[in-house]
């Protein structure tokens, strides 16, 4: 397999509502915060979006889009074909037909701008980095909040920008154009359904703004 360019893909991920992608619970929990954390530099404690998150989402994304040919598998696990142009970008999962992955995608950092926002509420009001949602699970019967029904999790706050870093590794007899167009599908779709948890209930709605796709030489 002989390398014949990099080609990158940037862009602003702007969260349209409130973003959820968990943390562990082992991470820092202040008191009468919230269990449910997101992820964290474990240092200066910004959040950010796991490439991974990205990554897994588009894949399955295109998995369900008819015209990718990827075999949706009883198991709800990612396409092995190893011959679909989605396991051609992604990887293949399982021993056979073993794909080498094509799509790199960086974990996203906060913006400068989006970072000072948020350290400016810190300061002023101590929230820290994150909002926090409580949600109520209804009791049919009474039509109030049911016992116990009350959780709460972190979010970033809607308005928080990221910076999206993703990488195309194409190898000599690569059909550039068609992995082109099958990850810049997977990034319109993404926008139209959602990033993270509990989209079913309007979160991770995002926007991709100043996409910009260039060879890296
Ligand atoms: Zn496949």
Do not use: W
């Not at 014949?4 to 562990?24: Q, V």
């Not at 400016?120 to 101590?126: D, F, M, V």
């Not at 991770?204 to 100043?210: L, M, S, T, V």
């Amino acid at each position: 397999m002989i390398i014949k360019k990099f080609i990158a893909i940037t862009g602003i991920i702007h969260c349209e509502a409130g973003l959820r992608i968990g943390g562990t619970k082992e991470g820092i929990v202040e008191p009468g915060g919230s269990e449910n954390t997101i992820i964290r530099h474990p240092i200066t404690l910004l959040p950010y979006i796991l490439g991974s998150s990205i990554k897994g989402k588009m894949r399955s994304l295109l998995e369900s889009d008819a015209s990718s040919g990827a075999q949706i598998l009883d198991d709800g696990k990612p396409c092995k074909c190893g011959r679909c142009l989605v396991c051609k970008v992604f990887g293949s999962h399982g021993m056979s037909n073993k794909e080498i992955t094509r799509i790199l995608v960086r974990d996203c950092s906060i913006t400068p701008e989006s970072e000072s926002v948020l350290r400016t509420a810190q300061e002023e009001r101590g929230i820290n980095f994150a909002e926090i949602k409580s949600e109520n699970i209804i009791n049919r019967k009474t039509g109030t909040a049911a016992d116990k029904g009350l959780r709460t999790q972190e979010r970033v706050p809607a308005g928080t920008e990221f910076n999206m870093n993703i990488t195309i590794k194409l190898f000599k007899d690569d059909d550039e154009d068609n992995i082109l167009k099958i990850v810049n599908k997977g990034i319109d779709l993404l926008q139209k359904d959602y990033l993270g948890s509990s989209g079913s209930r309007g979160y991770g709605k995002i926007k991709i703004n100043n996409l910009e796709i260039r060879e890296i030489n």
